[in-house]
């Protein structure tokens, strides 16, 4: 009995299961989740009840003659016999030893119980169910078939030598069941109406056509409940299964990697495949060029520079014309960016012009792009999921766009301390140029007045007042004529720092918005195929 496997214990298996259900809810059809979390669910039930007691069923068709191996087992007449009509409606248990079975007999909804007498102390711990006829013409009972199908710790096909082939048999429980062949045991009943040479050729082909069905390896009896044939090895290979009290585990640890099995193959993975769809650099950076373009970027860019310059006028220009430089609008608050509320907030939304339709498609085509390299290699539906993940905030863009240009371009708006400086200094001048034209006003209404004038101070024989009123005027031209020059430069420099900055705070609302969602797609797939990895081992 090969029950004990190398590798995860079930426990982990059971979690690994339980963790792909729940990555692959929303993308893979709900009834196989469904059908994953029922297998988890079932196990956690089975655990709790008695792991004392090996429960094997007897399946087959009508006429298998399990019914009549039912009773031979059991060594009484528990069940009626019949040939050709079936006549088990509901199943019943024969117990060996059956002390503490009942909540498992209750969770499998067996209400015909029967203990039999201790006369084979090695198959202490069975209990032995007799199924209804797995093609009965009753639905009710092929119902009760394939529900305890499902839940059994063993099972033992019966199957005769007229029917041992049918396909129904066949496609629908012994090729699903092919991860089961540890916890399956077939019998080939009635062989006493064979010939001997035909019964050893009748199980050859049985064993030939369980291996078509991924069942090689499975034991294979050939007995006759009417002549006591094969009985005995058949007792023995139960006594095996039941003494080594593992059948629970096997059959739990099968249905673990058949519904692993059936999550793969809807979601066309296999297990440890690595993820293929990579996003690369160059996708990036076009989706963050096209978001920068559709963002007004270049627009705001332009504008830190005029608005630089136009604001060194302001604070820098000669004071008798700067005046002048009010009336012209500021690039920048014309867009409403710059203004702030307390705590650094902006104050509402700029007013760049909405992106156009050659740039919306653009954005559309570049966010396409990154789904598609992302999805590139990676199965239907999550690949799929890949592409949903790219447009999944796509409507949250502009609004996200706006607040990180608005945000980013507040460091346009930052006066640089020389002006401050350099605006002293201008009224510094002007201030010296008026006191100038102040004391030749002076001299002026003196001399007209004809009043004696006082001593005027020279420099190289220009008079102070003259030398303040030309200097202060001339000093405040090119102070302001330096300034603009500076300011040029300034400005130049700001517009790239804020080119930089904007283009790095466009790249964090595609990080966010669109590669970020794709991202934790990848690693839902990646996690996911893990999890199938350790579920099927």
Not at 55 to 75: C, D, I, Q, R
Not at 101 to 128: K, M, Q
Not at 285 to 312: Q, Y
Request: glycine letters at 10%.
């Amino acid at each position: 009995m090969k029950l004990l496997r190398r590798g995860p214990s079930l426990d982990d298996r059971l979690n690994a299961l339980l963790e792909a259900a729940d990555l692959a809810g929303g993308r893979l059809p709900a009834d196989v989740v469904a059908a994953a979390r029922e297998v988890a669910h079932r196990a956690g039930v089975r655990r709790s009840l008695s792991v004392d007691h090996t429960v094997a069923a007897l399946a087959g068709a009508t006429g298998s003659g399990k019914s009549s191996l039912f009773n031979e087992l059991a060594g009484t007449e528990l069940a009626t016999v019949g040939v050709t009509r079936p006549t088990t409606s509901t199943a019943q248990a024969a117990l060996w030893d059956g002390e503490g079975a009942g909540p498992l007999l209750d969770w499998l909804e067996i209400p015909r119980r029967h203990a039999v007498a201790p006369s084979d102390a090695g198959l202490s711990g069975l209990v032995l169910l007799d199924l209804p006829d797995h093609d009965s013409i009753e639905l009710g009972h092929r119902l009760e078939v394939d529900r305890l199908v499902e839940v059994v710790d063993l099972l033992v096909w019966v199957l005769d030598p007229q029917k041992y082939a049918d396909a129904a048999v066949h496609e629908r429980y012994l090729r699903p069941l092919a991860r089961h062949r540890e916890v399956m045991v077939v019998v080939l009943n009635q062989i006493d109406r064979l010939p001997p040479a035909a019964v050893s050729r009748c199980l050859a082909d049985l064993r030939r056509l369980l291996a078509d069905d991924g069942l090689d390896g499975v034991p294979v009896l050939g007995v006759s409940a009417r002549t006591g044939a094969g009985l005995p090895e058949l007792r023995g290979l139960l006594g095996e299964k039941v003494a080594a009290r593992l059948s629970w585990a096997g059959r739990l640890s099968a249905d673990v990697a058949t519904a692993a099995d059936a999550l793969a193959t809807a979601s066309g993975a296999h297990s440890g495949d690595p993820v293929s769809g990579r996003l690369s650099g160059g996708v990036s950076k076009a989706l963050t060029a096209a978001l920068s373009t559709a963002a007004g970027v270049p627009l705001v860019v332009d504008a830190v520079g005029k608005a630089h310059r136009h604001r060194a006028v302001v604070a820098t220009g000669w004071p008798v014309t700067r005046w002048v430089r009010r009336f012209r609008p500021d690039p920048l608050r014309r867009l409403r960016i710059g203004g702030t509320a307390a705590a650094g907030e902006i104050v509402g939304k700029t007013s760049l012009p909405e992106a156009s339709a050659v740039q919306k498609a653009q954005v559309e085509t570049a966010i396409r792009d990154v789904g598609e390299a992302a999805a590139d290699g990676l199965p239907g539906v999550w690949a799929a999921a890949v592409r949903r993940a790219a447009r999944s905030r796509a409507g949250e863009l502009a609004d996200a766009l706006d607040k990180a240009v608005s945000t980013t371009s507040l460091s346009a708006a930052r006066r640089p301390r020389w002006w401050r400086a350099v605006g002293v200094v201008q009224w510094v001048v002007f201030a010296a140029m008026a006191a100038g034209a102040l004391w030749l006003g002076v001299l002026f209404g003196l001399g007209y007045l004809r009043l004696p004038e006082p001593p005027t101070p020279t420099v190289l024989e220009v008079p102070w007042p003259t030398v303040l009123l030309v200097g202060g005027a001339l000093a405040g031209v090119l102070v302001a004529l330096l300034s603009r020059v500076a300011a040029w430069t300034g400005g130049r420099r700001r517009a790239r720092r804020t080119a930089k900055a904007l283009r790095a705070a466009v790249g964090e609302v595609a990080r966010t918005d669109v590669l970020d969602p794709v991202t934790t797609e990848l690693d839902r797939y990646t996690a996911f195929t893990t999890a199938l990895t350790q579920a099927r081992q």
